[in-house]
C-alpha cells in the first residue's frame, strides 16, 4: 500500500494520552522521512513530529516538545505518535506523511508540501 493508514484516534480527556500509529509499505517506511501533522477546524495544517526513519533522528514542533514522542518499529513498518499530558489544544484531525527530502542536518522537517504520501487522518479530541 502506498498510503500511509493512521488508526488511534480517539476521544479523552485533558491530561490523557493516546497513541497514534501509522503503517505503510516497506518502500515508503524504509529509510525515509515520516511525519505527524495536524489540522484543526479553521486552521492551517501544521507540522508536529518527524522522524528518518534511517537513523530514528527526530523533529517536534515547539508546541508539542516534552509531550509528544514519534517512534518508529522497523519490523512492523508502522511509526507511532504518543501523546501525554494532552490539552485541548491538540484537539485536530491527525494526518500520517511520508516521503520527503532529508535536511543537509540529517533530519526530516515538517514542510507540508514536501512529502508525497499522506494518510486520510485520524481525529483526536481533548475535552477539558
Known amino acids: 500500500q502506498t498510503q500511509p493508514v493512521e488508526s488511534g484516534g480517539a476521544s479523552v480527556q485533558a491530561g490523557g494520552s493516546l497513541r497514534l500509529s501509522c503503517t505503510a509499505s516497506?518502500?515508503?517506511?524504509?529509510?525515509?522521512?515520516m511525519a505527524w501533522f495536524r489540522q484543526a477546524p479553521g486552521k492551517e495544517r501544521e507540522g508536529v513530529a518527524s522522524?528518518?526513519?534511517?537513523?530514528?533522528?527526530?523533529h517536534y514542533a515547539d508546541s508539542v516538545k516534552g509531550r509528544f514522542t514519534i517512534s518508529q518499529d522497523n519490523a512492523k513498518n508502522t511509526v507511532y505518535l504518543q501523546m501525554n499530558s494532552l490539552e485541548s489544544e491538540d484537539t485536530a484531525m491527525y494526518y500520517c506523511a511520508a516521503l520527503a527530502p532529508l535536511t543537509l542536518a540529517g533530519y526530516c522537517n515538517t514542510v507540508t508540501d514536501e512529502y508525497i504520501y499522506w494518510g486520510q487522518g485520524t481525529q483526536v479530541t481533548v475535552s477539558s
Open positions: 516497506t518502500n515508503i517506511v524504509k529509510r525515509n522521512c
Open positions: 522522524i528518518y526513519t534511517g537513523t530514528g533522528s527526530t
